[in-house]
């Protein structure tokens, strides 16, 4: 287990996430980055897609990803942000992974800001 410096505990998979995130986000300088793991282990990152004719964010790039290329389940999901307050969308990741996908979000440096589901980041989540 790797340990977050905000108190969460990530396995090794989920690590792997937060560094392939890191990297689609630093490698274009991005506001976000992403990675999802899919139901059979398939890891897929993305970073802010923002073009002139079109803006997609970190969380619809590898969510899109994975389902062009057979995903129909998520395992897990890591968001990077300078502001773990102000997340994306995660429609498209409840849309693949349910409402109770959990959603790691980490600041740059890798730490741990909090962890969350797709469905809380999307307003779908379930009445308690």
Do not use: N
Not at 45 to 58: F, Y
């Amino acid at each position: 287990m790797t340990e977050g410096s905000m108190g969460a505990a990530l396995d090794a998979e989920d690590a792997k996430l937060v560094t392939l995130a890191r990297g689609a986000r630093e490698r274009i300088r991005a506001d976000h980055g992403a990675a999802i793991r899919d139901d059979t282990g398939r890891t897929f990152a993305a970073a802010d897609a923002s073009l002139p004719s079109v803006s997609l964010s970190a969380i619809q790039v590898a969510a899109a990803q994975a389902w062009i290329s057979g995903a129909r389940g998520l395992e897990a999901a890591v968001v990077i942000t300078a502001q773990p307050d102000r997340v994306p969308d995660a429609a498209a990741l409840v849309d693949i992974g349910g409402v109770g996908l959990p959603v790691i979000v980490c600041l740059p440096d890798g730490t741990v800001a909090h962890v969350t589901t797709a469905g809380e980041l999307s307003g779908r989540d379930p009445a308690p």
